[in-house]
C-alpha cells in the first residue's frame, strides 16, 4: 500500500471517530452559565496599557440526570502587545556549531516582554455529573481541572437557586495583579479542588447538602510572575480528600469545610474554613474565616489565616458595604512571601436599584502591611452599574491620591460585563 493512500485513509478513520464521539453532544442543550470579560487601563512609560480578562464556562446537558460541563480561561496581560505579536515574528540565527550563545539584556528583555504578554485561551474545568445514581439521592461528578470553590457564595445560587451572596470584593477588579504578582491566581473562597478526582454529594434534604471530595492535585507551581520568573509553589503529587457541608433556612447561609493534602513526600497540609451569611430588616453580615493551608509541624500564626469580614445596609436606594480582608500567605497550595501581613479596607457606598437597573456611588479603600506602614495605599473609586438582557456592566476610575507626584501611578480605569441570571 502506498503511503500517501495509508496517510488518508488515517485520516478519514480519525474523522470519522471524531464525528461519531461529537454527533450525541447535538442533541444536547448547550448554554453559557457563567461568563465574564473585564479590561483594565492605565499609563505605563507614556503610553495607554490595557489588560484584558475573560473567564467562561460552557455547559451541555442531556436531560435532568446527566450534565457535562467544560470552561475555558483567557488572558490578556497587555492586549494591545499581544496583537501586535501576532504580525511579528521571532528571528533564529543560526549558530555554528559549538560557538557560544550569546544574548543582549535588550534582546532578552523583549522576548521576555513578548512571552509574558500573549493572549492565550486555556482550559480550565471539565467536569461530568449523574444525579439519582442507582435510585438514591446521590449525586457523583468526576472532574478535572479547576473545580469546586468552597465558601465564597456561588454554589447557593447554583444549587439552590438562591440570590447571590458572596462578596464583590474580589476578582480581576479589586486584584487585576493577582496574588503575589501572578496574574493567574485571585481570590475567590477560601479553597478551590483543583486537580482530578470524583466528588460525592448526598441531595435528600432540600435545605442540606454534604458533599466528599477526593483527588490528585495537579502538580503545583505558581506560575509565571509578570517578570517571568518561576517562583513559589511545589512539584511534588499531592493527594486530597475534602469533607463539605451547605445549609440554608429563611435567613441564614451556611457553609463549612475540612480537608487535608498529603504529598509525596509525605508532608501532611490541613485546612478547614466557614462562611456565614445572615439577612435581616435592610442588614447583612458576612463573614469568611479558614484556614487555607498549614503543614503539620510548621510554626502556625496569623499568617495562615483567611479573614474577612463585610456588614452591609440597605436603605431605600441607599446601599453601604464595609469590607475588611486579612490575607493568607498561603493559598492553593501556594506560599507568597508577600501577602504575609497584607489587608485590605474597602468602604462602598451605592444609590439606585443595585439588584436591577442602573446604580451608582463611590468606594474608598486602603492596602496595609499590619507589620508596618511602608506598603500603605489608598484610593477613591467612583463607580457605576446597570444591567441589562442577562448581562451586569461594571465600570470605575480608581485614582490613588497618595500618588499625586507620578500621574502614572495614580489612576487607571475598569470594565467589566458578566452574566447575571
Known amino acids: 500500500m502506498r503511503q500517501g493512500s495509508f496517510h488518508k485513509k488515517l485520516l478519514m478513520c480519525g474523522a470519522g471517530f471524531l464525528f461519531l464521539a461529537v454527533l450525541p453532544a447535538f442533541s444536547a442543550d448547550i448554554s453559557l452559565p457563567r ?48 496583537f501586535m505579536n501576532r504580525n511579528f515574528g521571532i528571528e533564529l540565527i543560526p549558530n555554528p556549531v559549538g560557538a557560544p550563545i550569546t544574548i543582549t539584556d535588550e534582546e532578552y528583555n523583549a522576548l521576555a516582554d513578548r512571552l509574558n504578554n500573549q493572549a492565550t485561551i486555556s482550559f480550565r474545568i471539565a467536569k461530568a455529573t449523574a444525579r439519582d445514581i442507582f435510585g438514591a439521592p446521590l449525586e457523583l461528578s468526576y472532574f478535572f481541572g479547576a473545580g469546586d470553590d468552597f465558601c465564597n457564595g456561588d454554589e447557593f445560587s447554583s444549587r439552590f437557586g438562591l440570590s447571590s451572596i458572596g462578596t464583590e470584593f474580589r476578582g480581576f477588579f479589586y486584584f487585576p495583579e493577582g496574588i503575589g504578582g501572578n496574574p493567574a491566581r485571585r481570590y475567590n473562597g ?24 477526593v483527588y490528585i492535585n495537579f502538580p503545583f507551581a505558581a506560575g509565571l510572575s509578570s517578570s517571568g520568573l518561576f517562583f ?24 463549612a469545610f475540612a480537608g487535608a493534602t498529603l504529598s509525596s513526600s509525605l508532608d501532611t ?23 487555607p493551608g498549614c503543614t503539620i509541624g510548621e510554626k502556625f500564626g496569623i499568617d495562615n489565616i483567611y479573614f474577612l469580614i463585610e456588614p452591609r445596609l440597605h436603605i431605600g436606594i441607599f446601599n453601604m458595604n464595609l469590607t475588611f480582608f486579612y490575607h493568607p500567605a498561603e493559598y492553593l497550595h501556594v506560599v507568597s512571601d508577600d501577602e504575609i501581613g497584607r489587608a485590605n479596607i474597602n468602604l462602598k457606598f451605592l444609590f439606585g436599584n443595585h439588584d436591577s437597573g442602573l446604580s451608582g456611588g463611590i468606594e474608598a479603600g486602603a492596602e496595609l502591611k499590619v507589620h508596618g506602614l511602608e506598603d500603605f495605599d489608598f484610593y477613591l473609586a467612583p463607580l457605576a452599574t446597570f444591567y441589562s438582557s442577562g448581562l451586569r456592566w461594571d465600570a470605575k476610575v480608581r485614582v490613588k491620591p497618595l500618588n499625586f507626584d507620578n500621574f502614572e501611578n495614580m489612576i487607571d480605569f475598569f470594565i467589566g460585563v458578566r452574566t447575571a441570571f
Not at 190 to 213: C, D, N, R
Request: hydrophobic residues 45%; aromatic residues 16%; without cysteine.
Open 190 to 213: 477560601i479553597h478551590s479542588v483543583q486537580g482530578t478526582g470524583f466528588s460525592l454529594a448526598l441531595t435528600k434534604w432540600e435545605y442540606m447538602v454534604p458533599l466528599f471530595y
Open 35 to 82: 461568563m465574564e470579560i473585564a479590561s483594565r487601563g492605565w499609563i505605563n512609560d507614556g503610553d495607554f496599557t490595557v489588560s484584558s480578562f475573560l473567564s467562561a464556562d460552557i455547559a451541555l446537558t442531556g436531560g435532568y440526570k446527566y450534565a457535562l460541563l467544560l470552561g475555558f480561561s483567557f488572558e490578556a496581560p497587555d492586549i494591545g502587545k499581544a
Open 269 to 291: 497540609s490541613i485546612r478547614g474554613g466557614l462562611m456565614a451569611h445572615i439577612t435581616g430588616n435592610g442588614v447583612e453580615f458576612l463573614v469568611q474565616a479558614g484556614i
Open 232 to 255: 513559589g509553589g511545589s512539584g511534588d503529587s499531592l493527594y486530597s480528600t475534602d469533607l463539605r457541608l451547605l445549609f440554608y433556612y429563611k435567613w441564614l447561609r451556611l457553609e
